[in-house]
């Protein structure tokens, strides 16, 4: 009798700790979806984008946070990670550029395009 008790209660306790997982799980893909509406928004008025544009950056940025959240995560050093992040970059700048038009593409360059380099411009302050 004990024996079942013992295992029904570690079997809840498995069950809950689970469950906590799961919520930490989609918590952080809620930001990330946030975080990329919000891109997305932005860049919507900014660079005038029609409505197939608006559907195609949701998932460029939505993939962009993504990336961005799996290397911090991995155990690598700033520099292999900066190096990661300018090639997936790299990568998402050319498909963000199959769906801009030549303006729109300017503009983001303007915009977007120097991100890293403001980031270590703030890094240094």
């Keep these: 009798m004990k024996i079942k ?3 029904t209660v570690f079997a809840f306790a498995i069950a809950s700790f689970s469950f906590g997982q799961s919520d930490k799980a989609q918590s952080a893909n809620k ?3 946030a975080q990329a ?3 997305t928004e932005q860049m919507t008025s900014y660079l005038e984008l029609d409505d197939n544009q608006v559907e195609r950056m949701k998932g460029l940025n939505m993939s962009l946070m993504k990336r961005k959240e799996d290397l911090k995560e991995m155990n690598v ?3 292999e990670m900066a190096e990661k992040m300018a ?3 790299e990568r998402h700048n050319a498909t963000v550029k199959q769906v801009l038009n030549e303006e729109q ?3 983001f360059e ?3 395009g120097n991100m890293e380099e403001m980031k270590k411009q703030k ?3």
Aim: aromatic residues 12%; without cysteine.
């Design 5 to 7: 008790l013992i295992l």
């Design 31 to 33: 930001d990330l979806k």
């Design 37 to 39: 509406l919000k891109l």
């Design 77 to 79: 050093s700033e520099d």
């Design 87 to 89: 090639a997936f970059e």
């Design 105 to 107: 593409y300017k503009k």
């Design 110 to 112: 303007a915009k977007y």
């Design 123 to 125: 890094a240094k302050k």
